[in-house]
């Protein structure tokens, strides 16, 4: 069985960071999304991982995620000329992936609990697909589906008006089969190539396709909120590990502070995980915050936050919260007076003063 992890996004929503990285590459309690796919298949028994990537990221996910020997696997980059669609992604994989059952992963989705218990029972009950759901809120979001029976009947993507709260969760599970179906559908009016029409076209011809409902947590990350929530929950799971210097200085709770960084007089309440490198002085570091690498704090509270290596917070009067900082940005108070705001802000970007 081998692995496809999509890795092509543009990551438009949490512009300005993707303007200048693949928002796979976005950490997560100071990891990169993409790890969290990689090291869920290589759980599972997967060893063979076909990412896909666009022309524009692919050499940064290529670096960064390098051949695979970090989780144990063998990854083939794949690149995938456009954005056309994730049928698209898998006749472009389709030299790769061969006649191989296979797990197709979002590359920027965090599933609880990995897929080693769903791959081990696609496996064992050999449907012709296999596909997660969840319930949400806001289904018209998602690509939503209709079971009968315990079976699934129907597929929409993005219905304006959803007949369930059933949303397609971004794991799905496929035998070569899929290829026919995706070769037989149209693209939709949005231009692109649907895996839910191609799960339909799978249910139209009476292919067995097996829904799983999750039962834990799932995130898309590709919104702000969901990349802090998902910090939170990944952050909900660690322990308490202080590798790092403290002077004058407490760690309460489950907090990982890395070999190489240094704080004095300062105060963190877990969880909280501080990066190699990072120097922190008279400062507050809340719950659910993720501090790169090589970041620099002083005089500043800091809560529920993610700070990309190299950051900078200085001299704030006020506690930083619920914030996304992107790497070796600079924050801080100036000297002069009259007392002032001074900012230099990309497109897209969002400056919240409460």
């Not at 200085?314 to 100036?334: D, T």
Request: net charge negative; hydrophobic share 40%.
């Amino acid at each position: 069985m081998k692995g496809l992890i999509l890795s092509g996004g543009k990551g438009t929503r949490l512009r300005p960071i993707t303007h200048t990285s693949a928002k796979q590459l976005v950490p997560v309690a100071n990891r990169p999304v993409l790890f969290y796919g990689i090291q869920a298949m290589a759980d599972a028994g997967i060893e063979e991982i076909g990412i896909i990537i666009a022309p524009e990221t692919g050499d940064e996910i290529r670096e960064v995620a390098g051949d695979g020997s970090l989780f144990g696997v063998r990854i083939t980059y794949i690149v995938q000329d456009e954005p056309a669609g994730l049928a698209h992604a898998v006749l472009t994989a389709e030299p790769f992936l061969g006649t191989d059952p296979f797990v197709m992963y979002l590359g920027d989705n965090l599933l609880q609990g990995g897929i080693a218990d769903l791959v081990a029972a696609f496996r064992e009950t050999q449907p012709d697909a296999l596909i997660l759901l969840t319930p949400v809120p806001d289904p018209e979001h998602y690509g939503v589906a209709e079971l009968e029976n315990g079976r699934v009947v129907r597929l929409a993507e993005k219905p304006p008006e959803p007949k369930t709260d059933l949303a397609l969760v971004g794991v799905y599970m496929f035998t070569s089969i899929i290829h026919d179906a995706a070769r037989a559908i149209e693209p939709s009016p949005r231009g692109e190539l649907e895996i839910t029409d191609a799960i339909q076209y799978l249910v139209d011809e009476g292919r067995r396709v097996d829904p799983h409902i999750v039962r834990g947590w799932w995130k898309d990350t590709g919104r702000l909120e969901d990349m802090l929530e998902a910090n939170r929950l990944i952050l909900d799971q660690v322990d308490a590990k202080i590798d790092g210097e403290l002077i004058d200085s407490t760690a309460d709770g489950r907090v990982v502070i890395e070999a190489g960084a240094r704080l004095e007089r300062c105060t963190v309440r877990g969880p909280a995980v501080i990066a190699a490198g990072a120097r922190l002085t008279d400062c507050y570091i809340g719950p659910y915050t993720a501090i790169g690498e090589n970041c620099v704090i002083q005089r500043a509270e800091v809560e529920h936050s993610i700070l990309l290596a190299g950051s900078e917070v200085v001299g704030l009067e006020g506690r930083m919260e619920s914030s996304l900082l992107g790497r070796n940005v600079k924050i801080g108070r100036g000297d002069r007076q009259p007392r002032a705001y001074r900012f230099m802000v990309g497109d897209n970007s969002e400056i919240g003063i409460l």
